[in-house]
C-alpha cells in the first residue's frame, strides 16, 4: 500500500520556522520526485517546491517562498522534508508531500498524495 505521511505541522508566529516531514512507503521512493503543494483556506492548491529522484541534487521553488524554505530528502528514511523560515502568515495552509516518476512542477502533477498537515502563522 502507497503511503504519504506529512508531519510537523503547527501553529507559529511570524519569523518563525517549522520543519515538515513526509514519510513514504510502498513505493521505491528514490525513483520518485517529490514536491510540496499547499492550499490555503478558500483557495486553490499552489504549488511549493520540487526536489528530483534519487540524490536530489536538482530543486526548485515558488517565487513566494523562494529564499525562505528548503527541501531535502533523505534516501535511507524514505523521507522529504520542508524546512520553512522566515513564515509569514500568508504561508498558512495545508501542506501535502507528492510524488511522481516523472518530474513536475504543478500543483496536481503529484501521482501520490499524503493526507496534509495543517500550518498556521499567526500574529
Known amino acids: 500500500e502507497v503511503q504519504l505521511v506529512e508531519s510537523g505541522g503547527g501553529l507559529v508566529q511570524p519569523g518563525g520556522s517549522l520543519r515538515l516531514s513526509c514519510a513514504a512507503s510502498g513505493f521505491t521512493f528514490s525513483s520518485y520526485h517529490m514536491s510540496w503543494v499547499r492550499q490555503a483556506p478558500g483557495k486553490g492548491l499552489e504549488w511549493v517546491s520540487v526536489?528530483?529522484?534519487?540524490?536530489?541534487?536538482?530543486?526548485n521553488y515558488a517565487d513566494s517562498v523562494k529564499g525562505r524554505f528548503i527541501i531535502s530528502r533523505d534516501s535511507s528514511k524514505d523521507t522529504v522534508y520542508l524546512q520553512m523560515n522566515t513564515l509569514k502568515p500568508e504561508d498558512s495552509a495545508v501542506y501535502y508531500c507528492?510524488?511522481?516518476?516523472?518530474?513536475?512542477?504543478?500543483?496536481?502533477?503529484?501521482?501520490?498524495w499524503g493526507q496534509g498537515t495543517q500550518v498556521t502563522v499567526y500574529s
Open positions: 526536489i528530483n529522484s534519487g540524490g536530489g541534487g536538482r530543486t
Open positions: 507528492a510524488a511522481n516518476l516523472e518530474y513536475f512542477e504543478s500543483p496536481n502533477g503529484g501521482r501520490f
